[in-house]
């Protein structure tokens, strides 16, 4: 990982680094930038990137919602070869400023509140190194067609343990500490594991004893679709 530019440190601190991978998503994104610029803690960039997708109209959506918030720094990077999501948040993560990473799927939206709730719950340099909640599923477009998937009590209770059972974290729902990733590697690029990069990340940090802190309530929304 390459060092950060710490000149403006202060601001850094308060910073989230939104990470956003693209792959033919141009139906689907411009909930998720909506999204972003209606957030309630506006200290926040977006890196997105696209993994060399054929043009579906992401580009230009990007561009526009730079044009929207030109205060915030937007960068968008496009990889020359089809690498995987993996890849795609590596090089998102690498290019990120903050101290404070956000991860959102192209396909999925956020809240108002989301950003600012998690950003409360790291508290001070004692406090957790990821933060994440349930998330409400939906499919395709009807909001009404879904409902709360929960992370259950006991889950919570027997975590790390109850991840043996299966993967009930979503990346868009999940803020990580930067500096984690000086320790333990992001997310794996095999092609054995895509699909199931966050599943392992999150097992390689419980193992590495990063501290998890599980919200109440949902304020991201979680799209299921055939392209997903």
């Known amino acids: 990982m390459k060092k950060i530019d710490t000149s403006d440190s202060s601001r850094i601190?308060?910073?989230?680094?939104?990470?956003?991978p693209c792959y033919k998503m141009g139906e689907f994104v411009g909930d998720a930038l909506k999204?972003?610029?209606?957030?309630?803690?506006?200290?926040?960039?977006?890196?997105?990137?696209?993994?060399?997708?054929?043009?579906?109209?992401?580009?230009?959506?990007i561009n526009e919602f730079a044009r929207?918030?030109?205060?915030?720094?937007?960068?968008?990077i496009r990889q020359n070869v089809n690498k995987g999501v993996s890849a795609a948040r590596n090089?998102?993560?690498d290019s990120a400023r903050g101290d404070l990473l956000a991860f959102l799927d192209p396909d999925d939206f956020w809240l108002p509140e989301h950003l600012a709730r998690a950003?409360?719950?790291?508290?001070?340099?004692?406090?957790?190194?990821?933060?994440?909640?349930?998330?409400?599923?939906?499919?395709?477009?009807?909001?009404?067609?879904?409902?709360?998937w929960p992370i259950e009590p006991w889950k919570i209770k027997m975590f790390p343990a109850s991840l043996a059972c299966h993967n009930f974290?979503?990346?868009?729902?999940?803020?990580?500490?930067r500096k984690v990733f000086d320790t333990v590697s992001p997310f794996t690029t095999e092609p054995e594991f895509q699909h199931v990069e966050d599943y392992d990340l999150w097992i390689r940090l419980a193992k590495a004893g990063?501290?998890?802190?599980f919200l109440d309530g949902a304020s991201c929304y979680y799209r299921k679709h055939a392209g997903a």
């Not at 601190?13 to 956003?20: A, G, T």
């Not at 929207?68 to 937007?74: G, N, T």
């Open 13 to 20: 601190r308060s910073l989230v680094s939104i990470i956003m």
């Open 35 to 61: 999204s972003i610029g209606q957030q309630t803690h506006q200290e926040w960039e977006l890196i997105a990137v696209d993994d060399c997708a054929p043009e579906d109209g992401t580009s230009d959506k």
């Open 68 to 76: 929207l918030f030109p205060k915030h720094r937007i960068e968008w």
């Open 91 to 93: 090089t998102a993560i």
């Open 119 to 148: 950003v409360a719950a790291f508290g001070g340099k004692d406090g957790p190194d990821v933060v994440t909640a349930p998330v409400v599923v939906f499919y395709r477009g009807d909001l009404n067609d879904g409902g709360l």
């Open 169 to 177: 974290i979503q990346p868009s729902a999940t803020l990580i500490r």
């Open 210 to 213: 990063i501290k998890f802190e």
